[in-house]
């Protein structure tokens, strides 16, 4: 018995000395744009868009605010009040595990590439079930459309996630690295993070503290310009 025991303990320090990830909570806030969109894809005819999360208890991966994209298709989401049965992982290493292909991850990292350089391209509620869609296709199927393959969608949103597939494709660069939060009961979601700056793609409204150092940056600059101008 005292060798189990001491195997367990050794067992657990290895754990925390190799970083394998701990428990962490997701708790789902809102819609991302307000609300979730109808879809009517294959295997799911529901509400689909970018989800709000917080991650808790997750080392330097907690955060607040993050937009999530979906890549199980009808599985339950997060709870408002807190899931803990989450894990952080990388993308790559999650969808070689868990689909046998790393390289859907960097699919989709040319996908919110093209939306991290054009913005308005998903500003909408409309616009992020879009989306939604075109990483359902790129997880799922083989090709760069909703309208054929293994995975479709009849919806009035099929033809924005078509356009987005067809710039993801165009896509040769890949300016984010994906991160999972992996989950065994409840749906598994992902977010991006910058690979030059390893700030989130897509966070909420900036902290209020924040907001206050950029408008007194903006008042030094005026204060400056004005003393210009008075010696001028």
């Keep these: 018995m005292k060798i189990f025991h001491i195997g ?5 320090a290895l754990t925390l000395a190799t970083g394998v990830a701990q428990a962490s909570t997701v708790s789902i806030l809102n819609w ?13 005819s529901d509400y689909a868009g970018g989800m709000t999360v917080n991650i808790g ?15 199980e298709i009808g599985k339950d989401l997060p709870s408002s009040s807190g899931s803990s049965n989450y894990t952080v992982q990388d993308g790559s290493s999650y969808f070689q ?3 046998n292909d790393a390289s859907i991850a960097t699919r989709l990292g040319r996908l919110m590439t093209v939306v991290g350089a054009t ?16 990483v359902w296709n790129l997880i799922y ?50 977010y991006t993070v910058a690979s030059s700056s ?3 793609l897509m966070t909420s409204v900036p902290e209020p503290a924040t907001l206050g150092l950029v408008a007194f940056g903006l008042l030094g600059v005026g204060v400056v310009a004005g003393r210009k101008r008075r010696r001028g």
Excluded: C, H, M, W
């Design 57 to 71: 208890n997750a080392g330097s991966d907690s955060a607040s605010g993050l937009t999530t994209y979906a890549i």
């Design 198 to 200: 390893g700030s989130s």
């Design 32 to 44: 991302t744009f307000g609300s979730g969109k109808k879809v009517n894809a294959t295997g799911y």
């Design 97 to 99: 595990t868990q689909f």
């Design 141 to 190: 199927d083989n090709d760069y459309s909703v309208s054929s393959g293994s995975f479709r969608d009849s919806s009035s949103y099929a033809s924005n996630a078509n356009s987005l597939l067809s710039l993801a494709q165009a896509e040769t660069s890949n300016g984010y690295t994906l991160k999972v939060l992996k989950s065994s009961e409840r749906e598994d979601l992902f």
């Design 119 to 134: 913005p308005s391209l998903v500003d909408t509620a409309a616009e992020s079930a879009s989306l939604q869609l075109a």
């Design 8 to 12: 367990r303990l050794t067992a657990l």
